[in-house]
């Protein structure tokens, strides 16, 4: 049977019907289920979690271990390697402070060109503090995939940070080869699984990674909220990213002995609420999979590379083998920006500019892009619309 998108599940389908939201690569819109479970949690459970001696902290503990539990097994994780933390941006920046490497100057970290500012910023303050090198791995311009690596990699190489799908072109990169070369060279490895968690099926101890990480409200979930897996390893060396409350055996007025499993990375009251939608929404997600939404969803990214590639004014952004239900495109004759307000005016949500990946469009000399996202909510329909009000702009405004 095909899938049919559950429109029906989406309040925003039904009081805002005319609108066309492409823009789930920044975050996707919350499913009536998932927003039912945080609404729930709040009315029926919702306490501070941990040490509490009265039955509505248990339970609100109780939901808050149970979503770990089931991210975990999402991701195909056990639940003590899985830790909740703010966002993505927060993680990395937390996993680059407290990565246990006796730093020395001229220490490398490789990234890609692809990488979002939140896998970039952190390890460019961190290069800061001990003078260590940054190195990139470039995209290939033409077929969108990572370019030579290997001469990238060596002894020097500590740390190994990479997406493993674009949110500019959408390409899912093929990370395998490179975590286990880096690992073999004794780098840490980290997997920024932003971009993919809507669209595979993670199975984070298969990556060859130490540190896979995502936020939930780019799987349906909500912000505040991103589910990081530690391998064994990292998890017993690293420090905490935070620390205070929590995460504590016992303290006196000169130290702190700390708890040793994953909660030492939760030190604070966490947010719950968003943990158990982050829950919720990977089993939603999970149960749309099985429904075929990630055939449908290739099948309308097929529908609009066509459509988009007739027009001879738009160039499209390499997209390599894999990719998820992502397209960039640019204009000689319209800025990306100019683009995204016309289609806003025919209630077609895009995003246009630099997407937080500068260095991406500086390689490829561009300025910004505009940037069509596909999710469960999507149709063929809107696909039809979004070209219709891009070629009446074309005929409107074109010499
Ligand atoms: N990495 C990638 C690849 C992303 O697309 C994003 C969000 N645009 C982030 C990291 C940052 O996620 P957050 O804003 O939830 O911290």
């Known amino acids: ?3 049919q998108p559950p429109l029906e599940q989406f309040e925003f389908c039904q009081y805002q019907p005319e609108l066309a939201y492409f823009d789930s690569a920044a975050s996707c819109q919350v499913p009536q289920s998932v927003l039912t479970k945080l609404l729930d949690y709040y009315q029926h459970q919702h306490a501070n ?5 009265y039955a509505r902290g248990r339970a609100a503990t109780q939901c808050y271990e149970q979503a770990r539990r089931d991210c975990a097994q999402a991701i195909g994780a056990t639940a003590a390697q899985v830790s909740f933390q703010a966002s993505t941006t927060s993680a990395l920046n937390g996993l680059a402070q407290q990565l246990p490497v006796a730093w020395q100057a001229g220490d490398e970290i490789l990234l890609s ?9 952190p390890w460019q303050r961190l290069a800061a503090q001990h003078d260590l090198r940054l190195r990139f791995i470039s995209l290939d311009r033409a077929s969108g995939e990572l370019g030579e690596w290997q001469h990238l990699l060596g002894p020097r190489t500590k740390v190994v940070s990479l997406t493993l799908a674009s949110n500019i072109t959408g390409t899912r990169f093929a990370l395998e080869p490179i975590l286990a070369a880096a690992q073999q060279q004794g780098a840490w490895t980290i997997v920024d699984a932003a971009q993919a968690v809507a669209h595979e099926q993670l199975a984070v101890t298969q990556l060859g990674a130490d540190a896979v990480v995502f936020s939930a409200h ?5 912000a505040g909220c991103a589910v ?9 060396a690293s420090e905490p990213f935070t620390v205070g409350g929590g995460i504590v055996t016992g303290v006196t007025k000169s130290h702190a002995n700390l708890v040793t499993g994953i909660h030492k990375f939760e030190a604070g009251t966490p947010n719950v609420g968003a943990a158990v939608a982050a829950a919720s929404g990977l089993a939603w997600l999970q149960q749309q999979q099985q429904l075929g939404l990630h055939d449908y969803l290739q099948a309308l990214r097929q529908q609009l590379w066509q459509q988009l590639q007739q027009r001879a004014w738009l160039t499209l952004l390499p997209t390599g083998k894999q990719h998820t239900p992502v397209i960039a495109f640019y204009s000689d004759e ?4 100019d683009i995204a307000t016309w289609l806003d005016q025919h209630q077609i ?5 630099h997407h937080c990946a500068q260095i991406l469009l500086q390689d490829w000399q561009l300025p910004a892009v505009v940037r069509v996202s ?3 909510y999507n149709t063929p329909a809107q696909i039809e619309r979004l070209v219709a009000a891009l070629d009446a702009g074309w005929q409107l405004f074109a010499d």
Do not use: T
Request: no cysteine.
């Open 1 to 3: 049977m095909s899938y």
């Open 49 to 53: 979690v941990h040490r509490a001696s």
């Open 113 to 121: 060109s692809a990488e979002h500012h939140a896998n970039i910023l």
């Open 218 to 222: 780019k799987a349906y979930g909500v």
């Open 228 to 236: 990081l897996w530690l391998s064994q390893a990292l998890l017993a």
């Open 334 to 337: 319209f800025q990306a920006h």
């Open 349 to 353: 949500a895009v995003r246009a500019g």
């Open 374 to 376: 596909l999710a469960a």
